[in-house]
């Protein structure tokens, strides 16, 4: 069963605006993983998060986890066209455990 | 070539044959994972190795066999493919459970349709 819940399924976004996904869990994470696919493609990392508010980012991509390491969010600022895809969250639960993912945000960023 | 390769990309086989789909890295991770993705329900753990000889089944293992020999092959093996196998196979290897280790490379993946 997914135990990572991910919003929204679908988005389409004109280029140059800014975007968040969300991704919850009803169960403390031990990390949480950001990755993204494109069609036809395996899925690349894109950053792990593992302390409860931390942030990080990476060109325009930035990633939060929160207080309680119970949900994490992934804002794209000024889309572009590059940025279309499949975005999955995956979750760590205990440290000792395979990693648990989303179903996925396909993103869809339109001229 | 280096990295994590998947065999063959693509694949059509009939209902009741048996069909093997194939994961090799480079970096000779410990650990290695199978998840299929479908719509609807994203990507799901099917079978991981922690090491050679150790396999573990993850959340959908019913119909498929896995063996790991060698630290660097982890193939997969539908013993009788049914259309509800039909799928995107996605191969994965980690260097450890521990968070800042725990980054998964994906294989580009296996699309299987099942007649």
């Known amino acids: 069963s997914q135990e990572l819940e991910q919003s929204p399924q679908s988005l389409i976004v004109q280029e140059g605006k800014n975007l968040t996904i969300n991704c919850t869990s009803s169960?403390?994470?031990?990390?949480l993983y950001w990755y993204k696919q494109k069609y036809g493609e395996g899925l690349i990392f894109l950053m792990m998060l593992q302390k409860g508010g931390e942030e990080k980012s990476h060109e325009k991509i930035t990633a939060k986890l929160d207080e309680k390491k119970q949900q994490s969010s992934l804002h794209i600022t000024a889309s572009q066209p590059s940025h279309a895809g499949i975005y999955l969250c995956g979750a760590d639960k205990t440290g000792n455990t395979p990693l648990v993912f989303g179903k996925g945000t396909r993103l869809s960023v339109i001229a | 070539d280096a990295g994590i390769t998947q065999s063959p990309r693509y694949k059509i086989t009939e209902t009741g044959r048996q069909v093997t789909l194939m994961c090799h890295q480079t970096w000779s991770h410990s650990y290695m994972f199978w998840y299929r993705q479908d719509l609807g329900h994203g990507l799901r753990l099917i079978y991981y190795?922690?090491?050679?000889?150790?396999?573990d089944k993850g959340e959908v293992p019913d119909g498929y066999v896995v063996s790991r020999s060698k630290t660097e092959n982890f193939p997969l093996t539908l013993e009788s493919a049914t259309r509800s196998q039909t799928s995107v196979y996605f191969c994965?290897?980690?260097?450890?459970?521990?968070?800042?280790?725990?980054?998964?490379?994906f294989g580009p993946g296996t699309r299987l349709t099942v007649l």
């Open positions: 169960k403390t994470l031990y990390g």
């Open positions: 190795s922690a090491a050679a000889d150790i396999t």
């Open positions: 994965a290897s980690s260097e450890s459970y521990r968070p800042i280790y725990n980054e998964q490379f």
